[in-house]
């Protein structure tokens, strides 16, 4: 089973911010990872996939890099509707996993 | 308008078993792997199952696997996921995903639905 981990597990940020999360795949995924968004007590939305492809009306803003084990997802110019979990997610092979997921909030 | 919607959960005892269904609409059902992912309070998500786009091929969760069976009806545009013998672990919200044409990946989810295993 590949594992992901995610850094940080938290940050705040103010409005405005770029910030930037870290996943990591326990084995080679080429770039097969996914980033979804969750808002508190909503359903998750997906932000990227390909690793760096934004899905259709994601706004530019978010851009994903990385391949092999180590990924990345930027944030650019945080606003109150950007703060909430970030999980990345593997499709390399089954089982799927997902990373533990990265809050964002308001500092 | 792409969309999917949950139904079928509820509270079930131990042991009991409970049937989610998965209605899509928006697009042509039959083109497209289709997943569950469920979240247990206060949890991350956690991939449960995924269905080839003929039900073909179907893949689950080493912890759900010979518990739970996935099936799909594209005559119906619909999704179901028949759970038996379930466990107060297996409490949850249970989103429906529709995965890309070519990128087995969720790009569409619903809003989920809870099931609550407690006696």
């Known amino acids: 089973e590949i594992q992901l981990t995610q850094s940080p597990s938290s940050l705040s940020a103010s409005v405005g911010d770029r910030v930037s999360i870290t996943c990591r795949a326990s084995q080679d995924i080429g770039n097969q990872l996914a980033w979804i968004q969750q808002k508190p007590g909503k359903a998750p939305k997906s932000l990227i996939y390909s690793a760096s492809t934004l899905q259709i009306g994601v706004p530019s803003k978010f851009s994903g890099s990385g391949s092999g084990t180590d990924f990345t997802l930027t944030i650019n110019s945080l606003q109150p509707e950007d703060f909430a979990t970030y999980y990345c997610?593997?499709?390399?092979?089954?089982?799927?996993?997902f990373g533990p997921g990265t809050r964002v909030d308001i500092k | 308008e792409v969309s999917v919607v949950e139904s079928g959960g509820g509270l079930v005892q131990p042991g009991g078993s409970l049937r989610l269904s998965c209605a899509a609409s928006?697009?042509?059902?039959?083109?497209?792997?289709m997943s569950w992912v469920r979240q247990a309070p206060g949890k991350g998500l956690e991939w449960v199952a995924t269905?080839?786009?003929?039900?073909?091929?179907?893949y689950y969760l080493a912890s759900v696997r010979g518990r739970f069976t996935v099936s799909r009806d594209n005559a119906k545009n619909s999704l179901f996921l028949q759970m038996n013998s379930l466990r107060a672990e297996d409490t949850a919200v249970y989103y429906c995903?529709?995965?890309?044409?070519?990128?087995?990946?969720?790009?569409?989810w619903g809003q989920g639905t809870l099931v609550t295993v407690s006696s």
């Open positions: 997610q593997q499709y390399n092979g089954y089982p799927r996993t």
């Open positions: 928006g697009f042509t059902f039959g083109n497209h792997w």
């Open positions: 269905i080839k786009q003929d039900g073909s091929e179907k």
């Open positions: 995903a529709r995965d890309g044409r070519i990128i087995p990946t969720p790009n569409c």
